[in-house]
Each structure stands twice: as structure tokens, then as C-alpha cells.
């Protein structure tokens, strides 16, 4: 067996074209078909501009690189999954356009060489993607011969395990299918979803190509399909050592779909592995995808996320984060840079790190819903990286059960939500004065307080109380009430909003609960055909007047979405005093503010909504806002 790098520059139908027993396979720390519509329509623009200048020169379509450590038949595509999925889906769009149009095509003199010309076009393409001998192909469509040679379509595994299951078989179910409209009816329709956006990436980018209309013409059919076999190149990398092709992958460029930093430190830890362990940590990391995904959908966290908290974590254990003077050093390496260069005692363990990612995962599975922590990363995401390094304490509550899945107590979890719920609580007010004062998220007052508190978040040893107490002088320190008051009283972007609701509740003991579907209603509406009428029943004055109040934090509430939209330019008195079902009012809303509103003026006959109730409003929710911040219990 060849143990050099193995570099050559090949057509594209000749990489395809692979021996009989050998296969593709796309590694599972490989990300999934991620190419959209976009990016194949320029692969598409690019050899169709390519044929009608009749360039001379090949057209290069990057570098391959392909792992043969385990045996020379099977190529492990470390870079170029994408492209080489997407060859194969426009070659399975450009066979069975072939196989209309020599369908369709008369035996005519004219037509003739036209006709030889798509024959041998099916011939290689068969050839290409079913280890076909050319000779045993038939050079017209014949519906049973056919169906048998694509129901053998084996050139492709897919062992990636960052894609649904069902999802990476729609690229085998396409490639055996007998024509288009029996690829649709077998792919895999995602539920919920509208039109073309129902299907996978596999067969939207399928379906685009076989719609091409230019395929239409026989002539433009057979020549786009020569071109893209013969005159399409790319450089095709071999290497016979796994960790050496990842390597070479780092040091490359091309024009495939980049791996992110999770993919690279993933595919670190597979290399790592001995033999024994990489299923372990094959099923592992699938475990850790899979409590991650509804993570990422409501956009709490995902995989990169948390191996960037567990850098800042293990550089604040580690004392990274101290310079040599004894400061504070608040730079931080790059993602990739800590984990294969900076510490690589992680990915050199790869089962326990994964664990501790596992572990992670599951904590933010647990908070995910808490109402604080919703209002907490409504101002800034840098709290996750701190709280995420207090979550540490806590690795020790969680086992696996016998099927391999992460389990903690009903008693841990509660201990672990109240814990956390107190340090989040207190960050939660240092990361409101952030957003309401001058001052950015890398000054001394903020990013260096955290990092030099964050020793103390990670040690179990060092008591809630003590890091509150921290938190608290240094806001008493830095910031007096007055100053505060008086940004809360000038502020006009919307994230406080979130913030007086959740004590609004709080203080009242309303049920509350941050949802999916939510906005901000301005009570006295920004626009609409009334506005003026409006403005003179609120006794605002004039527009100076109107800008100054319409933002204001008292003017300003939770609401559902779908009514918001709709009620945004209503009356006041229309609001308080018509239903949510009725989507022109605040009754029956999930959101407290909007219910107390409709209690408070439910006895009047014509209520109105005025500049006096707007600084009344303000006033209070000001109040509410500086007693939290500065823990005047």
C-alpha cells in the first residue's frame, strides 16, 4: 500500500468515475450536505460561461482530499463532501434528462450524430455512478435494465452523524431511482415545511438542476454533460494517514464547504482515538448532536459555542487568563488554536472531553426554558461564557444510565436550577448596566471584572454568597443610582422591556413566560392613519414631543406577535377592551403587563392612553429596573 501523499489533477469524470468495490465515504465528523440553490447555480453559471467562451483551458474546480488510511477502497473525503454530492446529483439530473430526450428524439439523418452523442453521454454517466462496464450498458433507456443497474448504487456512504438519518438517505433514494418524479415521491418530506422548502437539501438542489431549461435543448444537453465529465478538473489528494490529510486541509483552500472549528477539533479527536474507542466516540458525539439540536433552534447554543466555553473555562482553571505582571489578560486565542495547539491534553482524551461537552450540553438542556436566563441573553451573549464555567460545579450530578444517556436526580436538578438561577440573577444586573451605559463589553468594568471573577465561578469551593457579594459592590462601586435613573429614563432600545416585564411579574407573582413568538407593542402606536388624533388625546404637542415619548420604557410592553401586527395602529381604548382571539386587543394575553393594563382601565368608558401615564409608567418600571440592579430588597 502507497504511504506517500498521492496528489493528481483529474477530470471530474475520471474522480467519479471509481473501480468496482470502491466507495466514497464522507467521515462522521464531517458536517451535512450543507450546498444550498446559491451555491449550485454557480457551479452551474460557472461551466455554462465556461462553454459559451470555449475556453481552451480546463476549468479547475479545487482540491480534493481524500483519507485512504483504512484500506484502499474505501475514500474518505476529508475535503470535498459537498462537491462531490453535488456532481453527483446534477449527473443523476443530467442522466434522466438524457433519457427524456433520447425518448423522445426521431431516427433522422439531422438528429443522427446528436442522438450517438447522448447515447455515449448516458453510457459514461451510468458508467460513472453504478461501476458499470460500458459494454453491458444499453445505449438506449430500457425502464427494467435500467431500474436493476441505479437499484446497485453503492459509490457513496455517508457516516456522517451531524445530519438526520433519514435525511442523508434521500441522496441513495435519488440516485436509484428510475426517473424524477419517483425520486419526489421517495424523498423525505420535513413536516411543517411549504413548498420546495419541504424537501432536503439534496433534492431541492436535485430538482433545480433537472428543471434547468436550457436542458432542453438536446444540443446544449450534451454539451454541458462532455464539459462537465472531460473538460471540468480537480486536484484529487490522496493521503494513506488521517491526521496528515487533515493537515493538508488546513493549509488549503478550495472552493468546497469549509469545515467549521467544531468539524476540525472533532476530527482532532477521532484521530486520537485508538481503534477500540473511535465507535465510543462516534456514538458519543452523535449523543452530543442530538441534545444539542434544540439547543441551537432556539438559539441558546451549539457545538462551537460550547467548546468555546470550555476554552474559557479550562484558560481561567489553568491560569491563562493571568499576565506575567499578575493582571488580568482578557485576549483570547482562537478556537482552533487553543484545542490543537494552545492545550491539547483535551482532544488527546477525547472520551472524557467529550463527556464534559455532553455534560454541558445537559445543563443548558435543563436552563434552556428558565424565564431569567430568557432575560439574561436578551442583553448580551458574553454571560453564557461565564455561566457556562459555573456550570462546572456541577458535573459531578450527572451518570449515564444503562442505554448511555446522561441522567440527574430530580433533587440535583433543583439544587442546580436554584444555584444557578442566583448567579444568573446577579449577572443579569451588571449585564443590564452594560446595555444602558456608555461604555462597551471590552472595558475594564465589564470583560476584566468576568474574567477575573470567572476563577471564582468555576471553583465549587468558593460559596454563591461570596461571588454575589463581588458582583454587588463592584456595581455600587462603579455606578451610583442617579446616573442609572436618569439612562433608563433616556433609553429607547428595547431589551429593558424584557427585563420590566419578567420583575413586573416577579413583584406581582404573575405567571410569566418568555415565548418564541413575541414583540414589543408601543401602547401609544409609532404610526398609522390616526396617529395625530392620537397624539392630541395623549396630550402630546408636537412630533419633538412625540419622538421623545414613543420609546420610552413606560410606553413600551410585551406582546404576541401575530397580534401585535395586526392591532400596532389601534386605539387605546380598542386595545384594553377587545380580545386576544379578536387580535385587535391585550385580553386574554399570555403577557402581564397587557393584562394589567386591561384590568386597570376596564371601568372606564373611554379611556385614553396619555403622556402623564406614559411618565407614570416610566417612573415605575424605572424604579423596579434600579431596585434590582442595586438589590434594594
Keep these: 500500500m502507497a504511504k506517500n501523499i498521492d496528489p493528481e489533477l483529474v477530470t471530474v469524470g475520471k474522480y467519479l468515475g471509481l473501480e468496482s468495490g470502491t466507495k466514497f465515504v464522507i467521515p462522521e465528523y464531517q458536517r451535512s450536505y450543507a450546498w444550498d440553490i446559491t451555491r449550485c447555480d454557480k457551479l452551474w453559471s460557472d461551466i455554462k460561461d465556461f462553454i459559451e467562451y470555449e475556453h481552451k483551458d480546463p476549468y479547475f474546480f479545487g482540491t480534493i482530499i481524500i483519507n485512504c488510511e483504512n484500506n484502499d477502497e474505501e475514500f474518505s473525503l476529508i475535503d470535498g463532501q459537498q462537491r462531490t454530492t453535488t456532481f453527483m446529483l446534477l449527473l443523476k439530473a443530467l442522466l434522466l434528462r438524457i433519457n427524456d430526450r433520447l425518448n423522445k428524439m426521431v431516427d433522422d439523418a439531422e438528429s443522427d450524430t446528436l442522438k ?182 432556539k438559539k441558546i447554543t451549539n457545538i462551537t459555542s460550547l467548546l468555546n466555553q470550555k476554552m474559557y473555562l479550562y484558560r481561567s482553571i489553568n491560569g491563562d487568563t493571568k499576565n506575567a505582571s499578575g493582571g488580568t489578560d482578557v485576549t483570547t486565542p482562537g478556537l482552533r488554536r487553543y484545542y490543537t495547539e494552545i492545550n491539547t491534553d483535551l482532544i488527546k482524551n477525547p472520551l472524557k472531553f467529550c463527556d464534559e461537552l455532553i455534560v454541558l450540553a445537559s445543563i443548558w438542556n435543563i436552563v434552556k426554558d428558565n424565564n431569567l436566563m430568557k432575560v439574561l441573553f436578551s442583553f448580551n451573549d458574553n454571560s453564557r461564557l461565564f455561566l457556562a464555567s459555573y456550570f462546572h460545579r456541577f458535573d459531578s450530578y450527572f451518570s449515564y444510565d444503562a442505554e448511555g444517556k446522561i441522567q440527574i436526580s430530580d433533587e440535583d436538578k433543583t439544587k442546580l436550577i436554584s444555584n444557578i438561577e442566583s448567579i444568573s440573577e446577579v449577572m443579569l444586573r451588571l449585564f443590564t448596566i452594560l446595555s444602558l451605559v456608555d461604555a462597551g463589553y471590552s472595558s475594564a468594568n465589564f470583560k476584566t471584572f468576568l474574567f477575573e471573577e470567572e476563577i471564582k465561578l468555576a471553583n465549587p469551593l468558593i460559596p454563591n454568597e461570596e461571588i454575589v457579594e463581588d458582583f454587588n459592590k463592584h456595581i455600587h462601586k462603579n455606578w451610583n443610582v442617579e446616573y442609572i435613573s436618569s439612562r433608563i429614563n433616556d433609553y429607547e432600545k428595547h431589551d429593558i422591556v424584557y427585563l420590566n416585564e419578567f420583575l413586573f411579574a416577579k413583584e406581582n407573582n404573575f405567571d410569566f413566560n418568555i415565548g418564541a413568538d413575541i414583540d414589543i407593542e408601543h401602547i401609544m402606536p409609532q404610526s398609522g392613519k390616526n396617529k395625530s388624533i392620537i397624539q392630541a388625546d395623549a396630550g402630546i404637542e408636537n412630533d419633538e414631543m412625540f419622538n421623545e415619548y414613543i420609546n420610552k420604557i413606560g410606553n413600551k410592553i410585551l406582546l404576541e406577535y ?31 403587563l397587557a393584562n394589567y393594563l386591561v384590568e386597570l382601565y376596564k371601568n372606564q368608558e373611554k379611556p385614553y392612553w396619555t403622556k402623564q401615564d406614559i411618565d407614570a409608567a416610566t417612573e415605575k418600571a424605572c424604579t423596579r429596573i434600579i431596585d434590582f440592579i442595586f438589590d434594594n430588597k
Excluded at 397580534?563 to 386605539?571: A, F, L, M
Design 116 to 297: 450517438q452523442g447522448l447515447k455515449e453521454r448516458r453510457r459514461n454517466i451510468i458508467s460513472i455512478l453504478y461501476n458499470i462496464d460500458p459494454d453491458y450498458i444499453p445505449d438506449l433507456p430500457d425502464e427494467e435494465k435500467d431500474r436493476k443497474i441505479y437499484s446497485g448504487f453503492n459509490n457513496l456512504e455517508n457516516e456522517s452523524n451531524q445530519e438526520n438519518k433519514e435525511y442523508q438517505k434521500d441522496l441513495i433514494k435519488i440516485m436509484k431511482s428510475s426517473s424524477y418524479y419517483e425520486a419526489e415521491s421517495l424523498v423525505t418530506k420535513i413536516p411543517y415545511k411549504q413548498k420546495d422548502n419541504k424537501y432536503t437539501n439534496f433534492f431541492r438542489n436535485f430538482k433545480h438542476f433537472y428543471e434547468k431549461e436550457e436542458l432542453n435543448a438536446s444540443e446544449f444537453l450534451n454539451k454541458f454533460t462532455k464539459t462537465l465529465l472531460d473538460k471540468c478538473q480537480v486536484i484529487e489528494i490522496k493521503s494513506w494517514n488521517v491526521e496528515q490529510a487533515i493537515t493538508m486541509f488546513n493549509s488549503l483552500n478550495s472552493d468546497g464547504m469549509p469545515l467549521t472549528d467544531s468539524d476540525i477539533i472533532y476530527s482532532k479527536m477521532f484521530a486520537a482515538a485508538n481503534d477500540n474507542d473511535r465507535d465510543i466516540l462516534g456514538q458519543k458525539w452523535r449523543y452530543l448532536i442530538e441534545i444539542t439540536t434544540d439547543l441551537e433552534n
Design 562 to 592: 401575530n397580534i401585535n401586527r395586526t392591532i400596532g395602529n389601534e386605539w387605546f381604548r380598542t386595545k384594553v377592551n377587545t380580545k386576544v382571539s379578536d387580535k385587535t386587543g391585550y385580553i386574554d394575553s399570555v403577557y402581564p
